[in-house]
């Protein structure tokens, strides 16, 4: 690990004025992902800003009947809600299926949604990658790419998204909160949160230098059943191969997002409308277009399967 400078932000405006006018500065909060890349040199920030005691760990509920979850609820914590899991019970179960119980104690809201991708090529420092420095190739294509992306993906970048959290607030259609390193103030509506990697994989999401997340606020709760299937490798601490974050309605309408896909988050509103015609004419929509390679096929179908599996349920 390089070394590096560190400070205490004392208000959100200020940590993002700090990180947005000192080269090479970096927020830190839970660290569950930076301090692993810092370990190996993938990332290699000259000043930490710690911007754990702000305040942002709280779980509330707004005006318009929704809930307003601060930037740094644990993981846990935002699981365990009573408020999260009567009303948003997917977000409950799609947290409970990430990582492991000592890493969902540390990691937080805002930087679950940072999370870098766990490509094998990203964290293999002696392998090109255009994610990691942008220019020097793709080696997951034409290389071991069974856990890569199925859709979305570019000539540049063929990796997924990791988060489970992630999955489960594009379906709850949330809102990010922000503060600007000029102090301003913005929501963005997390499908336009995340980005897909086209000729940039490098920029993940939608943030500008210094911009700090304050919260992630969920709508009012919409009903019907809610469903987090993840199909992986290991029973548990392993990333999704396919994964289906499903709200299902009585009269077979409904809502549905992906991991393990995709860049970011999968979602195709128009493959909602014909949920209620099954799981095959729903992932027909959703993955018009896919580009898998011959390694990853199988999760078209994994996908249609495991949305399948989420419908029966609903309908027992």
Request: proline share 4%; net charge positive; charged share 20%.
């Amino acid at each position: 690990m390089k070394a590096f400078s560190y400070e205490r932000a004392h208000s959100p405006a200020e940590a993002a004025a700090i990180v947005g006018r000192t080269q090479g500065a970096r927020f830190i909060a839970g660290g569950t992902n930076l301090l692993d890349l810092m370990k190996l040199q993938i990332e290699t920030p000259t000043h930490l800003v710690d911007v754990n005691h702000l305040g942002l760990d709280r779980i509330e509920a707004t005006p318009e009947g929704g809930l307003r979850i601060g930037a740094l609820v644990r993981n846990t914590d935002l699981a365990a809600d009573k408020r999260v899991r009567k009303d948003y019970a997917l977000l409950s179960r799609a947290l409970v299926a990430g990582a492991s119980g000592q890493l969902r104690n540390k990691a937080t809201t805002a930087g679950n949604l940072l999370q870098r991708t766990r490509c094998p090529y990203f964290y293999d420092t002696n392998q090109p990658c255009n994610k990691r420095k942008p220019g020097s190739g793709c080696a997951a294509i034409g290389g071991v790419n069974r856990g890569m992306a199925v859709i979305g993906a570019s000539e540049a970048c063929i990796a997924t998204h990791p988060s489970d959290m992630a999955i489960a607030m594009r379906a709850l259609d949330a809102v990010v909160e922000t503060v600007r390193a000029d102090g301003a103030t913005r929501s963005i509506p997390i499908a336009e949160f995340h980005t897909l990697p086209g000729d940039t994989p490098n920029v993940e999401n939608s943030l500008a230098a210094g911009e700090l997340i304050t919260a992630v606020t969920l709508p009012r709760p919409v009903g019907g059943t809610h469903i987090y299937h993840k199909v992986r490798d290991r029973a548990s601490y392993a990333f999704a191969l396919v994964s289906v974050g499903a709200i299902l309605q009585k009269d077979g309408s409904g809502r549905v997002a992906f991991g393990g896909v995709a860049h970011k988050p999968w979602r195709v509103e128009a493959a909602e409308a014909a949920l209620a015609q099954g799981a095959k004419a729903a992932a027909a929509i959703a993955f018009a277009g896919a580009k898998p390679t011959e390694q990853n096929k199988f999760k078209l179908v994994l996908a249609e399967r495991t949305l399948a599996a989420a419908i029966a349920e609903a309908r027992a």
